[in-house]
C-alpha cells in the first residue's frame, strides 16, 4: 500500500497522486491540521469608553462604539484595521453616544442604539454620515440592535422604566422608520436578542425574571417564557443548525445551553464571574463568553459543550464580535471606572479601554 513515506522515495508522486492512490486503496484521505490552542494574539488601546463592537464587509474593518470620557462629549465610532487593529475611521457623535452596535452590509449601513437619547441611529458606513436618528416618544432605554440583512429590519431591546414598559422595536431600515412596536408579553426587563430568520421569531433575555422569552413577529407578542438556565441572563445568541440558544447570565456567572423547542437546560458551563457577551462563530463550532467580573474570555467547543480555553484580555471584557470571514474574534475590553460624581483619574488603565484580538 502507497504511504507517506513512498512520496518521498518517489519525488514525482505528487501529494495529490498520493491521495489518489490511498483513496483507492480505501485509506482515509482527509487530514485535518493541528488546531492551534486558542490564544490572544494582540490587544491595543483604542479610545475611552469602549462598548460593542461589529465587523463590516463593506469597509472591511472592526467598527467600536465609544462613549468617551466621562462627560466629555466626545463620543465616536472607530473603525479598526482587523489585522493590525490599527485605527483607519472615525465618525465624531460628540454627546450622542451609541453603545450597542449592528451592521447591514447589504446596505452599508451602521446602526447604534443611542442609550441616553432613546433613539436609533443609522450611519453610513462609506461616508460615515448619520443618515437617520429613529425613536419612539421619549424615555426608551436602548440596548441591543439586531439585523435582518434579507428583511431589511432592524431589532432593538428596550429594557423599560417605571413609565415605559419593556418593548422590542420592529424597524423598516429601508425607510428608516419604526414599522412595529411589540410589547405584548414582554414583563421582566427586556435586554437582550436573538433572531430566528427561518421561524420568523426573536429570542430575548428577560433579566428581572431570569428567564428567555420567545417572540412571534407575525402575532407581535411574545408567545412562550421558560427559564434561563441562571441568574442574571444578559445576551444570547441561537444556534440554528443544532436548535439551541446559548445565554450568558451575569449574575451566576455562566453560559446555559438550552434546547429552542422545549426550553429545556441542555448544559450550564461556569465561565467566569458576570458573563456578559456571548458569540457564536460562523461555523458554529465554537462560542465566546465575554467575563466582565473574571476579566476573561472563555472559548467553548459548542459541540461537545466543554471550555477550551479561558483567556486574559482586559480589565473588564465586554462583547465578543467575529470576523465570518477570517473566523478572528475581536474583544472589547472596558476599563476601571471612577465613582459618579468623580472625574476620570489621571493614572490609565493599562488593560481596559482596548480591543483584543483572539485566534481560535
Known amino acids: 500500500m ?19 492512490l490511498l483513496g483507492a486503496a ?10 492551534a490552542a486558542p490564544a490572544v494574539e494582540k490587544s491595543v488601546k483604542v479610545a475611552p469608553g469602549l462598548y460593542e463592537l461589529a465587523v463590516s464587509t463593506t469597509t472591511n474593518l472592526v467598527h467600536v462604539a465609544s462613549a468617551g470620557a466621562r462627560g466629555a462629549n466626545n463620543a465616536k465610532v472607530i473603525g479598526l484595521d482587523p489585522r493590525t487593529l490599527e485605527v483607519r475611521s472615525t465618525v465624531e457623535l460628540g454627546a450622542d453616544a451609541v453603545f450597542g452596535l449592528a ?6 449601513t451602521l446602526f447604534g442604539t443611542e442609550t441616553r437619547g432613546g433613539r436609533l441611529m443609522a450611519i453610513d458606513l462609506r461616508s460615515g454620515a448619520v443618515k437617520a436618528r429613529i425613536a419612539e416618544g421619549e424615555g426608551a432605554h436602548l440596548r441591543q440592535v439586531v439585523v435582518d440583512e434579507a428583511g431589511n429590519r432592524a431589532f432593538v431591546s428596550a429594557f423599560g422604566s417605571r413609565d415605559k414598559p419593556s418593548a422590542i422595536w420592529v424597524v423598516d431600515t429601508a425607510a428608516n422608520t419604526i414599522a412595529t412596536v411589540i410589547t405584548e408579553g414582554l414583563e421582566g426587563g427586556i435586554i437582550g436578542l436573538a433572531y430566528d430568520r427561518a421561524g420568523d421569531r426573536l429570542f430575548a433575555t428577560a433579566l428581572q425574571s431570569n428567564e428567555v422569552v420567545e417572540v412571534s413577529l407575525p402575532r407581535r407578542a411574545a408567545v412562550r417564557r421558560f427559564a434561563a438556565g441562571g441568574e442574571g441572563p444578559i445576551n444570547i445568541a441561537y444556534d ?15 453560559l446555559a445551553v438550552l ?8 448544559k450550564v458551563l461556569e465561565t467566569g464571574a458576570g458573563a456578559l457577551g456571548i458569540t457564536l462563530s460562523a461555523d458554529g463550532a465554537l462560542a465566546y463568553v465575554a467575563n466582565r467580573g473574571a476579566g476573561t474570555v472563555s472559548v467553548v467547543d459548542a459541540r461537545n459543550l466543554t471550555v477550551l480555553a479561558s483567556l486574559e484580555t482586559g480589565t473588564h471584557p465586554n462583547t465578543v464580535a467575529v470576523d465570518r470571514r ?15 460624581g468623580q472625574p476620570q483619574p489621571a493614572a490609565e488603565d493599562p488593560n481596559g479601554d482596548t480591543v483584543s484580538l483572539l485566534r481560535a
Open 240 to 254: 440554528a443548525a443544532g436548535g439551541r440558544l446559548f445565554v450568558a447570565n451575569q449574575k451566576s456567572g455562566g
Open 2 to 20: 502507497p504511504t507517506i513515506e513512498a512520496s518521498r522515495r518517489h519525488p514525482a508522486l505528487s501529494r495529490r497522486n498520493l491521495l489518489a
Open 103 to 108: 451592521v447591514n452590509d447589504a446596505t452599508g
Open 326 to 340: 477570517s473566523g478572528l474574534a475581536y474583544v472589547t475590553n472596558k476599563a476601571r471606572m471612577a465613582p459618579r
Open 26 to 35: 480505501g485509506v482515509a484521505t482527509h487530514i485535518r491540521p493541528a488546531m
Open 259 to 266: 434546547n429552542a423547542a422545549s426550553g429545556q437546560p441542555i
